[in-house]
């Protein structure tokens, strides 16, 4: 299993980005996707995730109203859209996947994810 995500860089606030995960190795069936990020000096935070099963999702609090999550099983590929971005969203940003053996959302809490990307950094300027 490979997750490469892309789609970051520099934003102004108010702005938007859509940041790719592009999976390899492994088909979305039966796996859940997501999304976390991580601020400078602050712990990982979960965000969003799809099922590739049904393609259900879950967000969690911080991501709710702004951001988006889908996926495109034929590619491979997940997608987060984020709008409305505010400074306090710069972060890195991985997508994580792994076998959907619970709900999402403990999957999201627990952050049970056996599998994660490199990370993209996104940047919003005030």
């Known amino acids: 299993v490979q997750l490469v995500e892309s789609g970051g860089g520099l934003v102004q606030a108010g702005g938007s980005l859509t940041l790719t995960c592009a999976g390899a190795?492994?088909?979305?069936?039966?796996?859940?996707i997501g999304w976390f990020r991580q601020a400078p000096g602050k712990e990982r935070e979960g965000l969003a995730v799809?099922?590739?099963?049904?393609?259900?999702?879950y967000y969690t609090d911080s991501a709710k109203g702004r951001f988006t999550i889908s996926s495109d099983n034929a590619k491979t590929t997940v997608y987060l859209r984020m709008n409305s971005l505010q400074p306090e969203d710069t972060a890195n940003y991985y997508c994580?996947?792994?076998?959907?053996?619970?709900?999402?959302?403990?999957?999201?809490?627990?952050?049970?994810?056996?599998?994660w990307g490199q990370g993209t950094h996104v940047t919003v300027s005030s």
């Open positions: 994580a996947a792994d076998r959907q053996l619970d709900s999402l959302a403990t999957m999201m809490q627990f952050v049970l994810f056996g599998y």
């Open positions: 190795g492994f088909t979305f069936d039966g796996y859940a």
């Open positions: 799809v099922s590739g099963t049904d393609s259900s999702t």
